[in-house]
């Protein structure tokens, strides 16, 4: 489908695909066919709040005293192969695949498809690392993110984090406070070996990083009660990003959270985070590369955009889990008080303006229904809904949004 010269999809090659000059295809065949997989995990104490709680926070909790308490959590890096289709259609429109989408999801002897390797964050219970996390139904749509790190102002947060990949990676988390033992980002800042374990966790091995969350760390005055932040892999930034390793982290208002870290004035929290995932730049792309029955020159035009995966939380083409009862998927009840944090990541091509159907929002203290995201940003929206319906979500830059930056949210009565 792809032996054509001509895109179809009318991206810019030109300009969008050509800049992508670090692709990573040694001829490092040695990962072919490890679709094995290594864990890499965050893992916390407060999962248990997720799962006392798998409305997602819709029953009532008395807020915190502030007094501040230790949280855990094991994360390990895991290999897992990930679906960025699951229904195999477009789940959005309920059609298959046709010449537009099929561009990034049909796969074949030289085509990927919608299945990658990747490299993941996921939650355990303990620093055995034996047993994951089951991701409770209200976090679901986290799709391929790593675990929601969920910490009160006044906190303090350890990641005991697990290296269950085949190269070094990290764990570099914004906002929290931290020092050079936990910053997980290797470059020339003058400290010693000491202070170098957090850079570059090898393979196989176990490293906690600390962090304080102090006022500089949680909501500011024209905030709300909550903001997010992200962590990711600052190894290798770019790869390792694209690889999948990145996570949100929530911080609440001192005395306003939940036992689990969560806020108590909302009902419901979302993280939806906008990419054009660059699976050519992943650290992953060799060993995706190596699977393929007939591989072709990953510089090969066609293959690149085919590789160009237009998600939410690593879904297409409305892929995401919808859920059918308040508290699943993206499922909402008109009167919550629902807040989305929403994120993008990647290269100069993400800038993203998602659009909700149906429902506004209050984002920096302004009523709209469209916000906009460039690479790394981090943003929260408040919405009360009031019209039930199965809604579009989508990006609303027209590229975007044909090559499958689309899923759905529902607002039941
Ligand atoms: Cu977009």
């Known amino acids: 489908m792809d032996d054509g010269t001509v895109d179809r999809h009318g991206h810019s090659r030109t300009g969008e695909h050509s800049r992508t000059g670090e692709r990573r295809w040694p001829a490092v065949l040695a990962l072919a066919g490890s679709a094995v997989v290594a864990l890499a995990v965050i893992v916390v104490t407060t999962q248990l709040v997720s799962a006392a709680d798998p409305a997602g926070g819709s029953a009532p909790a008395a807020a915190s005293t502030g007094e501040g308490r230790t949280r855990t959590y094991y994360i390990a890096a895991d290999h897992v192969t990930w679906d960025y289709a699951p229904a195999g259609r477009d789940a959005a429109s309920d059609q298959p695949w046709d010449e537009t989408s099929g561009v990034f999801t049909v796969a074949g002897p030289d085509r990927i498809g919608t299945r ?5 964050y996921r939650q355990y219970t303990d620093d055995t690392f034996t047993t994951l996390v089951p991701r409770p139904a209200a976090w679901e749509h986290l799709g391929f993110l790593g675990p929601v790190v969920h910490v009160e102002v ?17 764990v570099h988390m914004h906002g929290l406070q931290y020092d050079k033992g936990s910053e997980g980002a290797p470059y020339q800042d003058g400290t010693t070996d000491e202070q170098r374990g957090d850079d570059a966790v090898p393979p196989g091995a176990t490293y906690t990083y600390h962090y304080t969350v102090p006022d500089r760390a949680g909501p500011g005055p024209m905030d709300g009660s909550s903001i997010m932040w992200m962590y990711h892999s600052h190894t290798d930034e770019v790869g ?4 999948g390793l990145m996570g949100p982290v929530i911080v609440t208002r001192k005395g306003m959270a939940r036992p689990d870290g969560s806020p108590a004035d909302v009902d419901r929290e979302l993280v939806s985070v906008f990419s054009v995932e660059d699976e050519n730049q992943s650290s992953d792309a060799a060993a995706n590369l190596a699977s393929l029955a007939q591989p072709p020159d990953p510089d090969d035009g066609d293959f690149v955009e085919s590789n160009l995966m237009h998600d939410v939380n690593g879904y297409v083409y409305g892929n995401g889990p919808l859920g059918g009862a ?10 919550q008080h629902v807040r989305w944090y929403l994120m993008s990541m990647g ?11 149906g429902n506004t929002v209050v984002a920096n203290g302004m009523r709209t229904d469209v916000v906009s995201l460039l690479p790394a940003q981090m943003l929260t929206a408040d919405m009360t809904p009031d019209d039930p319906g199965v809604w579009l979500f989508h990006c609303h830059v027209a590229d975007h949004l044909t090559a499958g930056m689309v899923t759905r949210y529902q607002v039941l009565p």
């Open 154 to 170: 006044g906190d303090t947060l350890d990641v005991v984090f697990r290296n269950n990949l085949d190269r070094p990676v990290s």
């Open 240 to 243: 390792d990003v694209y690889s």
């Open 116 to 120: 990658y390797l990747k490299s993941l």
């Open 347 to 357: 290269n100069e091509v993400d800038l993203h303006t998602p659009h909700w159907h």
């Open 326 to 335: 308040p508290g699943e998927g993206t499922t909402v009840q008109v009167g």
